[in-house]
């Protein structure tokens, strides 16, 4: 089994984990800086498989939900390959999200076994508490602590079509939707990532963004499974040992978000030059790259930065700009890799290069639907198999994409469409803003008006008239923030992606 430049992945994940132990068995797959033994590709795949049995004795049938409630490390990556291998529909459950959250993708997910990190049991009990969920809990410390007297079963059969994962979106304008993958559409997002980079096996990726969120999860762990490569899984981001970790163990990339990078642009450490010629590049997604910190990034390391676009309903990646020597267009996520991508009219008609409508994807990494939201289902997808994003953008002459906002991120000033983008990359031109995020805020004039949050960096004297300066300078008035809110931390999704929507509720 080969990753097929020209057509998605066949089978499922445990076909390309038992792939991975039989043909590079004592290769490393996982490494671990917070502690605990690497894993190779056959001690993966064996421990895979005594978890699923286990699962299976449980009394478990093929495609029930099993949750795992753990933060990155040793036992995250098995209990997922665990759940994976035995067929059963992992669903991962965001620590970051609350109780009611937590307990509201427990009971809608209807699982029948938690897998969870002892660390999250008072976080696990708010959150049986607040929903009615009752799956069997099975403790993970050293080991897999399974109820007394299962024994493992034979392995269920399964197949590319059956469900593989159920990832709950981050429900900023309501209850969040379980986005449900077949191993099929996972393969294909793990593809999509492993071909538009030329992932290899001689690649170590950084894994620094949470696994129950879609990019750590297909990005830098099912990358790696299509192409044989390795991973270091880190517990989470720390800008202190960013560089550290990346030269202690040998990081060829890594895959984070763009504060994160602006978070390393500002910061004091920096690269080893052995490690910064080792790193090929640094990929971005998530959420918008500004030029200023790309570029600043680029100048301060030497270290391509690769910007990307991706979703959790299409299993991650659906864009990406080409490795050097390719072009990289500077402002825009790149072209579409492994799948389709079109510019939508408000009636659903393709439009032309140059103008702005709805990005949609099309391609086998697409979600099989909102779990038990036909209505939902219904509304993302369109007859003819394009997924609707609820992105605004364009696309150039070259295929490139250039997003220009969210359309429920749109802030509507006197009937004039203004894209925080726009206000977030003024504010990025000062090199003292770390964070920068535009938002809306009802207006009794204009309907809404424009105001920003801003994170700065250590030490700045710069004041919020001057910054409103820059933003006039370049947008002009009617488009800049009437109000600048200075704040130490701006809300984030597990990702690290800004939540623009909660903005207005904190700063009234």
Not at 202 to 212: G, M, S
Not at 482 to 487: A, D, K, N, S, T
Not at 497 to 507: D, E, F, G, H, V
Request: overall charge negative; proline content about 6%; charged content about 20%.
């Amino acid at each position: 089994m080969t990753v097929d430049p020209h057509r998605p992945p066949q089978g499922t994940v445990r076909d390309w984990l038992d792939h991975r132990a039989d043909c590079q068995g004592e290769a490393v797959s996982h490494l671990f800086p917070a502690g605990g033994a690497a894993l190779t590709w056959k001690e993966l795949r064996d421990a895979a498989a005594g978890i699923a049995r286990h699962l299976t004795g449980l009394g478990l049938s093929r495609g029930d939900s099993v949750a795992l409630m753990m933060p990155n490390g040793r036992n995250a990556v098995l209990g997922l390959f665990g759940v994976l291998y035995g067929g059963f529909r992992t669903t991962m459950i965001n620590l970051v999200a609350g109780a009611d959250a937590i307990g509201y993708a427990l009971s809608h997910s209807g699982a029948k076994a938690l897998l969870f990190d002892k660390g999250q049991r008072q976080l696990l009990d708010s959150a049986l508490a607040a929903h009615s969920a009752a799956p069997i809990l099975i403790e993970v410390d050293a080991g897999f602590e399974w109820p007394q007297g299962v024994e493992p079963a034979a392995l269920h059969a399964h197949d590319a079509e059956d469900d593989a994962l159920l990832m709950y979106t981050s429900g900023t304008t309501g209850r969040p939707k379980g986005v449900v993958h077949s191993h099929s559409s996972l393969l294909a997002g793990g593809w999509n990532t492993a071909l538009a980079h030329e992932l290899t096996a001689q690649d170590r990726a950084l894994c620094v963004l949470p696994v129950y969120h879609i990019n750590g999860l297909c990005v830098t762990i099912l990358g790696p499974l299509l192409s044989g490569g390795s991973v270091v899984v880190c517990e989470r981001f720390s800008a202190s040992q960013f560089w550290a970790t990346c030269e202690e163990h040998a990081v060829t990339w890594f895959s984070v978000v763009p504060t994160i990078i602006s978070h390393l642009l500002h910061g004091d450490g920096a690269p080893q030059p052995s490690c910064a010629a080792r790193i090929r590049f640094g990929r971005s997604a998530s959420a918008a790259l500004a030029p200023e910190v790309q570029n600043g990034f680029e100048r301060r390391f030497g270290i391509p930065i690769i910007e990307t676009m991706g979703l959790t309903e299409t299993a991650a990646q659906i864009l990406s700009n080409p490795l050097p020597p390719g072009t990289r267009k500077v402002g825009s996520p790149g072209r579409a890799v492994g799948n389709e991508i079109a510019i939508l009219s408000p009636d659903l008609v393709p439009l032309p290069a140059g103008v702005e409508g709805e990005i949609a994807v099309r391609g086998a990494n697409v979600m099989r639907g909102y779990l038990g939201d036909s209505a939902a289902t219904g509304a993302a997808l369109t007859p003819d198999g394009w997924l609707r994003t609820g992105d605004l953008g364009r696309r150039d002459e070259d295929g490139y994409v250039f997003v220009t906002g969210r359309l429920k991120e749109l802030i509507i000033k006197g009937g004039e469409n203004i894209a925080p983008r726009e206000i977030d990359e003024a504010l990025y031109a000062h090199p003292d803003v770390v964070e920068a995020a535009a938002f809306a805020r009802k207006c009794a004039t204009y309907g809404e008006r424009v105001e920003a949050a801003v994170i700065l960096r250590q030490g700045s004297t710069l004041r919020v008239a001057d910054l409103i300066s820059i933003c006039e300078e370049r947008l002009g008035k009617f488009k800049s923030p009437e109000v600048i809110h200075l704040m130490a931390a701006l809300p984030k999704g597990p990702s690290g992606k800004i939540q623009r929507l909660k903005l207005a509720q904190m700063t009234e």
